[in-house]
């Protein structure tokens, strides 16, 4: 039986996850194929470090460049993570003439634009399914499944360390600190947590999104970018009180000027598909022309769910070797700065904590109108001495016209702290 071989860069969650179904699944991967999947060599830092699945010792390097080198290997699946060394390793294994799997979102959204047109030069492919919301296979779908249609919005649960959080705030009324530390201790989030709950680990999945949906390459620090840090239990129960949860979203859609994106916390229906996603689950809701609007969901991190995009991508590659096929090169995409978004239009929810006397309540209004922003509901959280929280939901209003109206506020003295923003789901994606 023929052989397609592999090197592993990395041997934690996802690269024990990775060789564990390769095993586990032998018998039906070499009966769906027709050929084996066969590891030839693993390389890892400590290989005397005890593993969450069974590995011949003499499969095992410390070196990395060694396993590029071989070969005998047809395919490097690379699993370190981070930007460096695993940015120089991925380009080394294309120039020795290797298709690699990764999945490594940082370096592709980073420093995709070298990586891409590297294999494109060197005739081979750059696979990553695993990039992005773990095992479910939302990139497969937008490249293939709807390779005939044209994509037009994308909104996505693409964090499961933030869903996980607000799932927890949600349904105990914690604290984001306290939700945050149960979390940690539910392995769902990282000791430094900043990435993901800054924003930023979304930011990267919706460069790769927009990458494959819209052909666009988006540098993802020029994406606007909120965490949820600021969303506290009091702006969880608001929300709830109001019909709506807090998610954090990864949105999208695609203009003349380019794509426009943006990862926020959003004021979700309760109603709504997206405000039943749970814990350190992940959707993606896209809309298209033709076939309308669907939805993908599943876990979208973990050991397993991970692994098994990998391994998906092991058989995509594997496929093409044993067909003799000419491997589709990445295509040709253009780079693009992302639209503005100082002319989308939402409504608004505001928390201003304001103290209890008369007329303060008037001249944030009267701030909020010299900017154009109308008040459609006006609530009072409680009454007291010292500073009481109002929850302002406006009528839609214009990006720009919001920020100028929450710059003016942040310096008013009625204010005992900045306003807290979030905007609601636009309607044309409710």
């Keep these: 039986m023929r052989s397609v071989t592999i090197g592993i860069l990395g041997l934690g969650q996802v690269g024990a996850g990775t060789l564990r179904l390769l095993q586990e699944r032998r018998a039906a991967i070499e009966a769906r194929l027709g050929a084996a999947l066969t590891v030839r060599r693993i390389a890892v830092r400590d290989p005397g470090r005890a593993r969450e699945v069974e590995v011949a010792a003499d499969l095992l390097t410390t070196d990395p460049r060694a396993v590029i080198a071989d070969p005998s290997i047809d395919v490097i699946v690379e699993l370190i993570g981070g930007i460096e060394p695993a940015r ?26 070298e990586i891409f047109a590297e294999a494109a030069a060197r005739g081979r492919m750059v696979y990553f399914e695993g990039s992005v919301a773990g095992g479910i296979p939302i990139l497969r779908s ?19 360390t933030s869903n996980y959080i607000l799932d927890a705030m949600t349904r105990s009324g914690a604290s ?9 201790d539910a392995g769902f989030a990282e000791a430094d947590p900043t990435l993901d709950v800054g924003g930023g680990d979304a930011a990267h999945k919706l460069a790769l999104l927009a990458l494959v949906a819209f052909g666009a390459r988006v540098d993802p620090h020029a994406i606007p970018t909120e965490g949820i840090t600021g969303i506290s239990a009091l702006d969880i129960r608001a929300a709830g009180e109001l019909g709506y949860l807090i998610k954090s979203l990864a949105l999208a859609h695609d203009t003349p000027e380019g794509p ?10 309760r109603a709504h598909v997206l405000a039943g996603v749970a814990g350190a689950y992940n959707a993606v809701q896209v809309e298209s022309r ?16 991970t692994a098994v995009a990998v391994v998906s991508d092991l058989l ?30 939402h409504e608004h929810y505001l928390c201003v904590h304001v103290p209890n006397l008369p007329g303060v309540l008037g001249r944030v209004a009267t701030c909020l109108g010299r900017h154009g922003v109308s008040i459609a509901r006006m609530i009072q959280d409680r009454a007291g001495a010292g500073p009481v929280p ?6 839609v209003v214009a990006e720009r016209a919001m920020q100028a109206a929450l710059t003016e506020l942040s310096t008013s003295p009625d204010l005992a702290a900045p306003p807290t923003r979030i905007r609601l789901l636009p309607a044309a994606l409710l």
């Excluded at 120089?88 to 940082?106: D, E, M, Q, S, W």
């Excluded at 033709?290 to 769910?305: C, E, I, V």
């Excluded at 109002?390 to 009528?395: A, C, G, P, R």
């Design 88 to 113: 120089a390793l991925i380009l080394a294994a294309l120039r020795a003439g290797k298709h690699v799997v990764t999945a490594n979102k940082a370096v592709l959204a980073e420093c995709g634009a």
């Design 142 to 160: 937008l490249r293939e499944g709807l390779a005939s249609d044209r994509i037009e919005a994308i909104a996505g649960i693409v964090n499961g």
């Design 176 to 184: 984001f600190a306290d939700a945050l530390r149960a979390a940690q």
């Design 260 to 269: 426009c994106l943006r990862v926020h916390p959003t004021l979700v229906p």
């Design 290 to 305: 033709a076939l309308g609007r669907s939805l993908y969901y599943g876990r979208g991190a973990g050991m397993m769910p």
């Design 316 to 345: 995509e590659v594997a496929r093409d070797l044993i067909a003799g096929v000419a491997p589709t090169t990445p295509p040709a995409v253009r780079a693009v700065a992302p639209a503005s978004t100082a002319a989308l239009e």
């Design 390 to 395: 109002m929850i302002i939901l406006t009528e």
